[in-house]
């Protein structure tokens, strides 16, 4: 008995070992190219730094000159992605899976089993001490599951791949079929589930004694609970995948595990605590079907990322938002009792929780109404397709004039401004969408350039774009100061065969419009991050350190150096 407590802990403290630090690993910050070929590297033979002229009648002169300068933050010769972004998101992402595991404990596959499994720790283990340590084991167990899992999905696609997933028309398609599925199977029309036989296999071998069986009871655990889990997996598993972060579904799984594990673990340690918790009954049910309504609205999503890249067209914000009021009005129908689906109990009273529930969901379609008439709805706004598709928008000719650059050069046309006139736009900027002609434009105007590497499917773009450049004191420098350059890194129009080259990154054909700003980001700039904000002067040469999402703040200090430095290069 001695020497299996001893082979217990030293097993135990290794899947703890091996959980903790994975965990550490997972959340530092993932470089976006860091293990790329020297070729590979930003060329930065053609910056010149211009030395500072000091004028010598004038010493006042000279000195403000400095102190412009000083005030300009040099060139960086390898700029990166930001350090902060990465592990911004991978916590943003293990969040998710977390809230998305403890959504999933509450489902009815899972937590009637929370006083079985604690009651039998609490018999087999005979002390106190026996039972904490088994059901510690017991979470580790399935926390361990899903990591695996989550390593399997990054191995099994690659990074590359990984990064690739969220403007893949075919792969976004597959997600909103897969997702649709999974909310219809939550709404009662079918069960999800693995082969029984497995599932009886593992349950045998779980009557196996010491670590074997514990293991295998948590095994059977994931197994059995499938049927809920699964689509609620599918749900974070899905949106940690399209992040295009390779360690995303390994930290997703490790929360949305960490979610479920812990009330095991805990109530095991404190039995007592379960008299507090409510009983099972229909609840559990409603919890699954509004997880249901919830996984169709985000397969939305998807559907409208394949309209966007590939220039569908039919997929306006009207029509999105339209259906997704529709389905908070359902939601709130099925909550009040109204209607009922395959499973569902009778509703005597509505209990407190579901009445404020209840309340939130009306209160976010009565949110949601005046966007069918442009309403800017900027705390959803990332997630709709931009305002640019609606048909219909009462906002139309409120705001400032963009001061146009077309007529003060030139050039009277603009190059692709008929492909992204569905672009998500900000009111008063002069958007130019091919780098050719925004350098013919600078150098007409004697203008920097603010390069705006975006995307159709891009979220923080649309925060950046709804948020910060809007702000007065931004778009006056924007319209003043700079030559704005939209470049649609996930765009699918087709090149012409005699503009297609080969990547000095990776040396693929580029045969995509998108594919050519995304090639340009990265063999020039070292970054496949979006936004990605660069600004250069008319020969190309970048003025500051490249900058990513930021505050109002930041981003105009960002932009006054840009200037500063734009005019001390003259």
């Given at each position: 008995?001695?020497?299996?407590?001893?082979?217990?802990?030293?097993?135990?403290?290794?899947?703890?070992?091996?959980?903790?630090?994975?965990?550490?690993?997972?959340?530092?910050?993932?470089?976006?190219?860091?293990?790329?070929?020297?070729?590979?590297?930003?060329?930065?033979?053609?910056?010149?730094?211009?030395?500072?002229?000091?004028?010598?009648?004038?010493?006042?002169?000279?000195?403000?000159?400095?102190?412009?300068?000083?005030?300009?933050?040099?060139?960086?010769?390898?700029?990166?992605?930001?350090?902060?972004?990465?592990?911004?998101?991978?916590?943003?992402?293990?969040?998710?899976?977390?809230?998305?595991?403890?959504?999933?404990?509450?489902?009815?596959?899972?937590?009637?089993?929370?006083?079985?499994?604690?009651?039998?720790?609490?018999?087999?283990?005979?002390?106190?001490?026996?039972?904490?340590?088994?059901?510690?084991?017991?979470?580790?167990?399935?926390?361990?599951?899903?990591?695996?899992?989550?390593?399997?999905?990054?191995?099994?696609?690659?990074?590359?791949?990984?990064?690739?997933?969220?403007?893949?028309?075919?792969?976004?398609?597959?997600?909103?079929?897969?997702?649709?599925?999974?909310?219809?199977?939550?709404?009662?029309?079918?069960?999800?589930?693995?082969?029984?036989?497995?599932?009886?296999?593992?349950?045998?071998?779980?009557?196996?004694?010491?670590?074997?069986?514990?293991?295998?009871?948590?095994?059977?655990?994931?197994?059995?609970?499938?049927?809920?889990?699964?689509?609620?997996?599918?749900?974070?598993?899905?949106?940690?995948?399209?992040?295009?972060?390779?360690?995303?579904?390994?930290?997703?799984?490790?929360?949305?595990?960490?979610?479920?594990?812990?009330?095991?673990?805990?109530?095991?340690?404190?039995?007592?605590?379960?008299?507090?918790?409510?009983?099972?009954?229909?609840?559990?049910?409603?919890?699954?079907?509004?997880?249901?309504?919830?996984?169709?609205?985000?397969?939305?999503?998807?559907?409208?990322?394949?309209?966007?890249?590939?220039?569908?067209?039919?997929?306006?914000?009207?029509?999105?938002?339209?259906?997704?009021?529709?389905?908070?009005?359902?939601?709130?129908?099925?909550?009040?009792?109204?209607?009922?689906?395959?499973?569902?109990?009778?509703?005597?009273?509505?209990?407190?929780?579901?009445?404020?529930?209840?309340?939130?969901?009306?209160?976010?379609?009565?949110?949601?109404?005046?966007?069918?008439w442009g309403a800017p709805l900027k705390s959803i706004s990332a997630f709709l397709p931009p305002l640019s598709t609606q048909d219909f928008d009462l906002s139309q000719g409120v705001g400032a004039a963009a001061p146009s650059a077309v007529n003060s050069s030139s050039i009277k046309t603009k190059k692709y401004e008929d492909l992204f006139?569905?672009?998500?736009?900000?009111?008063?900027?002069?958007?130019?969408?091919?780098?050719?002609?925004?350098?013919?434009?600078?150098?007409?105007?004697?203008?920097?350039?603010?390069?705006?590497?975006?995307?159709?499917?891009?979220?923080?773009?649309?925060?950046?774009?709804?948020?910060?450049?809007?702000n007065p004191e931004v778009l006056k420098r924007l319209q003043d100061d700079f030559v704005v350059l939209q470049l649609v890194i996930d765009d699918k129009t087709g090149l012409p065969v005699a503009e297609q080259t080969k990547s000095a990154y990776n040396g693929k054909t580029i045969s995509t419009l998108g594919g050519k700003w995304l090639?340009?980001?990265?063999?020039?700039?070292?970054?496949?991050?979006?936004?990605?904000?660069?600004?250069?002067?008319?020969?190309?040469?970048?003025?500051?350190?490249?900058?990513?999402?930021?505050?109002?703040?930041?981003?105009?200090?960002?932009?006054?150096?840009?200037?500063?430095?734009?005019?001390?290069?003259?």
């Amino acid at each position: 008995m001695k020497s299996f407590k001893s082979r217990s802990a030293k097993t135990g403290l290794f899947l703890l070992f091996t959980v903790v630090a994975f965990f550490i690993a997972g959340l530092n910050p993932v470089k976006a190219l860091q293990n790329k070929k020297a070729d590979t590297a930003v060329s930065t033979g053609d910056v010149q730094f211009t030395d500072i002229p000091t004028a010598a009648d004038s010493l006042a002169a000279a000195k403000k000159k400095q102190q412009q300068v000083a005030n300009a933050q040099p060139v960086s010769k390898t700029p990166t992605k930001s350090s902060k972004e990465t592990p911004r998101t991978l916590w943003q992402i293990f969040l998710a899976g977390f809230l998305g595991g403890f959504a999933a404990f509450l489902l009815p596959c899972v937590y009637p089993m929370l006083p079985l499994t604690v009651s039998f720790f609490t018999k087999r283990g005979g002390t106190r001490a026996n039972a904490i340590f088994q059901s510690l084991l017991y979470g580790l167990s399935i926390i361990f599951i899903y990591v695996v899992f989550g390593l399997i999905i990054t191995i099994a696609f690659g990074p590359a791949a990984l990064n690739g997933l969220a403007t893949n028309g075919i792969f976004n398609f597959f997600f909103f079929l897969l997702l649709i599925v999974f909310g219809v199977s939550f709404l009662g029309a079918f069960e999800i589930t693995l082969p029984s036989s497995f599932a009886n296999k593992l349950d045998e071998n779980s009557d196996k004694g010491g670590l074997v069986g514990i293991f295998f009871m948590a095994a059977t655990l994931v197994v059995v609970s499938f049927s809920c889990t699964g689509p609620a997996i599918g749900l974070v598993l899905v949106d940690a995948v399209t992040k295009g972060e390779r360690l995303a579904p390994a930290v997703v799984m490790l929360g949305f595990s960490l979610a479920i594990a812990l009330p095991f673990t805990l109530f095991a340690m404190f039995p007592s605590a379960l008299k507090s918790l409510p009983k099972s009954g229909g609840w559990l049910n409603s919890v699954k079907v509004i997880l249901g309504f919830i996984e169709i609205g985000f397969a939305l999503k998807f559907l409208s990322n394949v309209d966007l890249a590939y220039h569908w067209n039919w997929f306006d914000r009207e029509i999105f938002l339209s259906l997704w009021i529709g389905i908070g009005i359902l939601m709130v129908l099925y909550l009040i009792g109204k209607i009922k689906f395959s499973h569902d109990s009778d509703l005597p009273y509505m209990s407190v929780p579901r009445t404020f529930i209840t309340l939130i969901i009306l209160a976010f379609v009565v949110y949601m109404i005046p966007g069918l008439w442009g309403a800017p709805l900027k705390s959803i706004s990332a997630f709709l397709p931009p305002l640019s598709t609606q048909d219909f928008d009462l906002s139309q000719g409120v705001g400032a004039a963009a001061p146009s650059a077309v007529n003060s050069s030139s050039i009277k046309t603009k190059k692709y401004e008929d492909l992204f006139k569905r672009l998500p736009k900000v009111k008063g900027i002069d958007d130019w969408y091919d780098y050719d002609q925004a350098v013919e434009v600078a150098k007409q105007l004697h203008r920097p350039i603010m390069i705006d590497f975006t995307g159709w499917n891009c979220v923080n773009c649309r925060k950046m774009e709804s948020t910060v450049l809007p702000n007065p004191e931004v778009l006056k420098r924007l319209q003043d100061d700079f030559v704005v350059l939209q470049l649609v890194i996930d765009d699918k129009t087709g090149l012409p065969v005699a503009e297609q080259t080969k990547s000095a990154y990776n040396g693929k054909t580029i045969s995509t419009l998108g594919g050519k700003w995304l090639d340009l980001e990265i063999t020039k700039y070292n970054s496949n991050a979006q936004p990605y904000y660069v600004l250069i002067n008319e020969k190309g040469e970048a003025l500051v350190t490249p900058q990513g999402s930021s505050s109002t703040a930041d981003f105009i200090k960002y932009l006054d150096n840009g200037i500063a430095a734009y005019k001390n290069s003259k």
